[in-house]
C-alpha cells in the first residue's frame, strides 16, 4: 500500500522560499508518476508539478515555471517541491500524489500541508 507523507510547509513572507518534502512508501516507485498538487481556499485542486520517477521528467504549470522545481530522491524516496519567489497566490493546501506512469489519474494523496504566503 503506497504511503506518502508531506512535511515542510509554513509561513513565509512573499518573496520568500519553502522546501516541502513527500516521503513515499510501500511501493517500488519506479513506474510511477509523483505530483505536487494544491488547493486554495474556495478553489478547485489544482495541479503544480509532476516528475516521473524512472527518468527524472518534470512538467510544471505555467503559474510556477521558472520558481518552483520539482525533484526525487531514490535513496532517501523523497520527492521534493523548492518553491522560491513566493506569492501571496501561492497559498494553499499542498498534496503529494502518485500514479503509476500510464494511469489516468491519481490515486494515491498524502494528507497535506499548508503553505501560507504572507504579503
Known amino acids: 500500500q503506497v504511503q506518502l507523507v508531506e512535511s515542510g510547509g509554513g509561513l513565509v513572507q512573499a518573496g520568500g522560499s519553502l522546501r516541502l518534502s513527500c516521503a513515499a512508501s510501500?511501493?517500488?516507485?519506479?513506474?510511477?508518476?509523483m505530483g505536487w498538487f494544491r488547493q486554495a481556499p474556495g478553489k478547485e485542486r489544482e495541479i503544480v508539478a509532476t516528475?516521473?520517477?524512472?527518468?527524472?521528467?518534470?512538467s510544471y504549470a505555467d503559474s510556477v515555471k521558472g520558481r518552483f522545481t520539482i525533484s526525487r530522491d531514490n535513496a532517501k524516496n523523497t520527492v521534493d517541491l523548492q518553491m522560491n519567489s513566493l506569492k501571496s497566490e501561492d497559498t494553499a493546501v499542498y498534496y503529494c500524489?502518485?500514479?503509476?506512469?500510464?494511469?489516468?489519474?491519481?490515486?494515491?494523496w498524502g494528507q497535506g500541508t499548508q503553505v501560507t504566503v504572507s504579503s
Open positions: 500524489a502518485a500514479k503509476l506512469y500510464y494511469s489516468t489519474s491519481y490515486n494515491n
Open positions: 510501500g511501493r517500488t516507485f519506479s513506474n510511477y508518476r
Open positions: 516528475i516521473r520517477w524512472d527518468s527524472g521528467t518534470t
